[in-house]
């Protein structure tokens, strides 16, 4: 900074536009509460219906998040132009002293141009013949008053340019909208893009020549920034996406960590889990830097690193995806590449693809888990867990066509959950283990449902759309078709389980066995007994028995099915008991009809489950039976405070206000006293597994299911006043039967392929 602009410097613009920045942020602040009030918290208790449902609610959702980004942004550029404001006229306070004091010893300050100046001694014409003299001065004078003058400066230039750097990286973060970056002061943005060029220069660092002290800094910074945006983005393109895989390649390899290794690879697993979080952070930037470093890493996906001898891009870079929140386009465009190396290496799945079984001396890519991380689709199907709709798309994406004769796809989810043939791995026990196949579930879990796989769908999840409901309905025909690939795979239940409780209306309707159309008044009868909001996934009635039966051979997945399939009758007796529902939304047949039409179809779902908890507790794998009531138990935890919503059917069940209150389950609500009775009820069920039988085991569940249903059609007739509540029990208990019946009857269809003993 050139002397003169600080010195004569005038603030007022300066001062004016960190006025106009407050009454911004002041006036924003306003909007983002309307907002958040106004349209989002609106907005979800909304009467959705359709397409509106979906597009319309999100985009809601979506626009009142942008009001709060932009209120977030904009504190954020108020305070660090306050605090830029108040350091530069702190700065030129100082310069203007340090240049009084310096008239005083008879010493000038210059600016010769190029922020460059002069100190020199002033020298009066006349001293001499005035008998004037100047106040004495040294060259230490001298010195010392360059010295200051250039301190100041040097601290103002700072000052400025990190005023700059950090206000364009902020604004750089998004192309469209704004950013979410939070910072209290300008010291505390500057702090974090400085802290991110030295630890991108540690990583730079040969493996051979990284110390466990720097190693040390590089993961404590990496930890306290990996959620800051200016820091990631600042981090992943100094770094460089060709050293990013260096690095972690790197000292992963014994070789060339042998130094490194020994001291801190107890420690790698914190490492991979915070540089995975500040890369999910970065991605999500929209800088010119960050945009070319996504390319390039997607580019250099089948490209050996460190040499020809080295992993591919893909197999380093997917173990860096483990945590986080990638961005979604790149998600995108990362798997369709890696799917296409995947063709090329397996000869469109002809063949195993060996180039991604780990052998004996290939380095160690993954630190968070058992599995090697040679196989890049483990690490990447665990990224797409915590991106829905990047998994969504993957998932529906088409991977080859089938037979090769382009006339039937086969998508990304046909081919990684039929044909692949997984590369094997085993933990450092010798056990074989199913990293990849796990995180294949869960990435369906979110291509499926919408929300991140293991969490829970809230009032702000959009409802299904096409594409989701589309991929649960290839889950359930897959499954169907041949049940191994889940029973076979039980630790894919729990996912599994979880999104079949969120497609329960989908499921009650395939139950009916009515055709769905658009013109069939049939159909709409169906479309009101069982109400979706969004796209409905089209299921066969046979296809969602095959399901059924084998998700309920597991205990997890039976539960999430068994727990939720309660609530939703318990909600459903409350909805259509209720009346005040509109009459174009209302069943059009009789209250007992009715009840005994909603109490079979939850029959025919609870009877299903319990033949696979038969085949589970009575068949070769002797599931105890105690570990379903438990697992039917441990929802107890979850829905306590946020029946319906909590236990995955809330919001594809919610299409009319008048049940928000009931769905949100609160005290005292028909789902909450029903599952309250389920629960107590697995809590003092301690049938000995020795001693079990077929039919004993049947009319446990027949008798359970038939008391939840008449206490459901019980609490909802008197919550609502119906003048017959003392006979709704009758007509649930008699529908509850026909409903195991139903279920027992497909079974028997099905005894060949299940080899189920069937009562």
């Keep these: 900074m050139d002397l003169d602009a600080l010195r004569f410097a005038n603030f007022k613009q300066l001062d004016d536009a960190v006025e106009d920045w407050g009454h911004i942020v002041r006036n924003l602040k306003d909007l983002a509460e309307d907002a958040e009030k106004g349209l989002h918290q609106a907005a979800n208790k909304a009467d959705w219906a359709g397409e509106n449902s979906r597009v319309t609610k999100e985009f809601i959702g979506k626009t009142a998040g942008e009001f709060q980004d932009a209120h977030t942004q904009a504190q954020s550029i108020l305070s660090i132009l306050s605090d830029t404001a108040g350091e530069l006229k702190g700065y030129q306070k100082q310069l203007s002293g ?6 005083k010893k008879n010493l000038t300050v210059m600016d010769t141009g190029y922020g460059t100046f002069t100190v020199t001694m002033n020298v009066h014409p006349d001293s001499a013949a005035s008998g004037y003299t100047p106040p004495e001065h040294s060259e230490q004078d001298v010195t010392s008053l360059r010295n200051e003058v250039e301190g100041i400066l040097t601290k103002a230039t700072e000052s400025d340019n990190s005023a700059k750097t950090v206000l364009m990286a902020l604004v750089d973060q998004t192309e469209y909208g704004f950013s979410d970056a939070a910072y209290k002061d300008r010291d ?102 960050m945009t070319e470093w996504k390319g390039r890493m997607v580019a250099l996906g089948d490209q050996p690193v460190g040499g020809q001898m080295g992993p591919m891009g893909f197999q380093v870079m997917s173990n860096l995806m483990r945590a986080g929140d990638y961005d979604d386009q790149f998600l995108k465009s990362y798997g369709t590449a890696l799917m296409t190396t995947e063709r090329k290496l397996t000869g469109n799945g002809e063949h195993p693809n060996m180039a991604w079984q780990h052998m004996g001396m290939d380095p160690w890519l993954n630190r968070m888990g058992d599995d090697s991380g040679d196989d890049p689709l483990t690490g990447y199907l ?122 329960l209306p989908d499921i009650n309707r395939a139950t009916t066995d009515v055709e769905p159309g658009a013109d069939s008044e049939q159909w709409h009868e169906i479309e009101k007994l069982f109400p979706v909001a969004g796209a409905s996934a089209q299921m066969d009635h046979a296809d969602v ?168 059609a019980s609490e909802a007739a008197k919550a609502h006043h119906f003048p017959y509540a003392g006979r709704v029990g009758g007509w649930a208990m008699d529908a509850t039967q026909n409903g195991f019946n139903d279920a027992s009857t497909n079974g028997r269809h099905m005894a060949d392929d299940l080899q189920t003993e069937i009562p």
């Design 98 to 103: 340090a240049i009084e004091r310096g008239l």
């Design 188 to 289: 505390s943005a500057d702090t974090a893009v400085k802290a991110a060029d030295e630890l991108a220069a540690l990583a730079k660092k040969d493996p051979e020549d990284l110390s466990p002290a720097d190693f040390d800094k590089l993961n404590a910074g990496l930890k306290k920034y990996a959620n800051d945006p200016l820091f990631a983005e600042r981090f992943a393109t100094g770094l460089g996406p060709d050293k990013t895989l260096e690095f972690w390649a790197g000292i992963n390899d014994p070789h060339k960590a042998a130094r490194l290794g020994p001291e801190r690879v107890d420690q790698y697993g914190d490492l991979q889990r915070n540089l995975s979080l500040t890369l999910a952070t970065a991605s999500h930037s929209d800088s010119a830097a």
């Design 382 to 503: 665990k990224a797409l867990s915590n991106s829905p709709d990047a998994a969504t798309d993957f998932l529906n994406e088409e991977y080859l066509p089938k037979g090769g004769d382009h006339k039937e796809a086969v998508s990304n989810f046909q081919y990684l959950f039929e044909d692949r043939e997984w590369p094997k791995e085993t933990n450092l026990k010798g056990d074989d283990i199913f990293t990849g196949q796990n995180n294949l579930a869960m990435a369906i879990e979110a291509g499926t449902t919408g929300h991140s796989a293991g969490e829970l769908p809230t009032a702000d999840t959009p409802a299904h759309n096409a594409q989701q409901a589309g991929l649960m309905a290839s889950v359930v025909k897959s499954v169907s078709e041949d049940p191994d690939r889940l029973t076979d795979h039980g630790y894919m239940s729990d996912s599994i389980g979880q999104m079949a409780s969120e497609y």
């Design 545 to 712: 028995s095959r399901f059924l039966i084998s998700v309920g051979q597991n205990p997890e997945g039976y539960s999430a099915v068994e727990v939720g399939q309660k609530a939703y009758m318990a909600n459903l007796m409350d909805y259509h008991l209720n009346p005040d529902l509109p009459a174009d939304q209302r069943y059009g047949a009789s209250v007992e009809d009715t009840v005994k039409e909603i109490s079979r179809r939850s029959a025919e779902i609870g009877g299903s489950l319990a033949i696979g908890r038969q085949e589970a507790v009575l068949g070769p794998a002797k599931e105890a039976d105690d570990a379903y009531n438990h697992a039917v138990s441990q929802w107890q935890n979850v829905a306590n405070g946020v029946v319906g919503t909590g236990i995955g059917v809330g919001t594809s069940f919610i299409a009319t206000p008048v049940v928000g209150a009931a769905v949100g389950g609160a005290a005292g609500t028909v789902s909450s006293v029903v599952l309250g009775e389920l629960f107590d009820g697995v809590e003092g069920s301690s049938l000995e597994d020795s001693g079990l039988d077929s039919a004993q085991l049947w009319e446990d569940s027949r008798e359970r299911n038939t008391a939840l249903a008449q206490r459901a």
